[in-house]
């Protein structure tokens, strides 16, 4: 089956940097677009960032914007998320998904697959 394994997340104190990687093992998949959602304990799933696979348009919430950058490299079949200024409030499970067809990617209805969740815990 397809297999989304997200890496990078850790502990760090407010103002630090993290990058998360979500690559892709296990059976292929035709990719239209991949996203990072995360989940705060006690919260519901949320979109951080967006990525439209062919063209690299961008998709990020409100809250990351200016801090937070997706991006893929399709050579090495792997997406990530450049956190940047983390605050406290974006302490969370990260969660890597895939989109396989067309349509709507925006959403967490929208997405196929996804990986096991990568900790990210910011201190201040």
């Known amino acids: 089956q397809v297999q989304l394994v997200e890496s990078g997340g850790g502990s760090v104190q407010a103002g630090a940097s993290l990058r998360l990687s979500c690559t892709t093992s296990?059976?292929?998949?035709?990719?239209?677009?991949m996203a990072w959602f995360r989940q705060a304990p006690g919260k519901e799933r949320e979109t951080v960032a967006a990525i439209w696979w062919s063209a690299g348009t961008t998709y990020l919430v409100d809250s990351v914007k200016g801090r937070f950058t997706i991006s893929r490299d399709v050579a090495k079949n792997t997406v990530y998320l450049q956190m940047n200024s983390l605050k406290p409030e974006d302490t969370a499970i990260y969660y890597c998904a895939g989109k396989a067809y067309s349509g709507p990617w925006y959403n967490t209805r929208d997405y196929d697959y996804w990986g096991q969740g990568t900790q990210v815990t910011v201190s201040s």
């Open positions: 296990g059976r292929t998949f035709t990719k239209y677009a």
